[in-house]
């Protein structure tokens, strides 16, 4: 089984189930969580600092989405993904985000837009710290909260859903590459266009975003 860092206990302000399952997904995203490794809900539940019931029930929530497998007896097995599915993800996300990002600079209002400006700075700031798990929860805030102005909550719940399954891998060899506060950068850089109306450029900028960010491969 493969060695965890040390992680803040689990707050017990909201649901443990549903708090331990974003923490684990977020785990699983920046790679702490190894694909095809085990791991049991005891030792978790140690990790986290909570009991063995909420890890076991949020792991089954994982199961349901396709990222970890039940093992009989010993716990529960990452799931391993392919490049060809990782590239599946990738493209279906970008079928989805690109057309709706011009969508929104075409039709968002500037407060809308402006008010995406602290989740932008809060990424850099992450990536500057070498923080992959407060990057990963600004950049998703940030990502489905610039969807949602489009007005359809099935494709933002869409977008949730992959992003989860695709676990964005490309993040920690963008982190030790140096390349992850350039990438950081790109989602103010998104918003200017947004702002100055430039519906084609963003489009072209966030086809070069997630193609830069989601896959395995460092470009």
């Not at 039940?70 to 529960?76: E, I, L, Q």
């Amino acid at each position: 089984m493969s060695e965890l860092k040390p992680r803040k206990p689990v707050s017990v302000q909201e649901h443990l189930r549903d708090q331990v399952a974003n923490a684990l997904r977020a785990a699983l995203i920046a790679g702490e969580l190894q694909p095809g490794a085990i791991y049991s809900a005891p030792a978790l539940a140690t990790e986290y600092g909570v009991s063995a019931t909420p890890v076991r029930e949020a792991m089954l929530d994982l199961a349901r989405e396709g990222l970890v497998e039940a093992v009989r007896n010993k716990g529960f097995r990452v799931t391993e993904l392919s490049e060809q599915d990782l590239d599946e993800f990738t493209e279906i996300r970008s079928l989805i985000e690109i057309p709706t990002v011009g969508k929104v600079a075409r039709s968002a209002g500037r407060e809308q837009l402006e008010a995406l400006r602290p989740l932008a700075e809060e990424i850099v700031a992450a990536a500057r710290a070498g923080d992959l798990i407060g990057y990963l929860e600004a950049d998703r805030r940030f990502h489905l909260d610039l969807l949602a102005l489009a007005g359809n909550s099935r494709l933002v719940e869409t977008v949730s859903d992959l992003r989860k399954r695709s676990r964005l891998y490309g993040l920690t060899e963008l982190a030790e590459a140096g390349a992850l506060v350039a990438s950081a950068r790109e989602h103010a850089e998104l918003l200017d266009l947004m702002l100055a109306g430039d519906a084609a450029a963003a489009e072209e900028h966030m086809r070069h975003h997630l193609a830069h960010v989601e896959l395995p491969r460092v470009s």
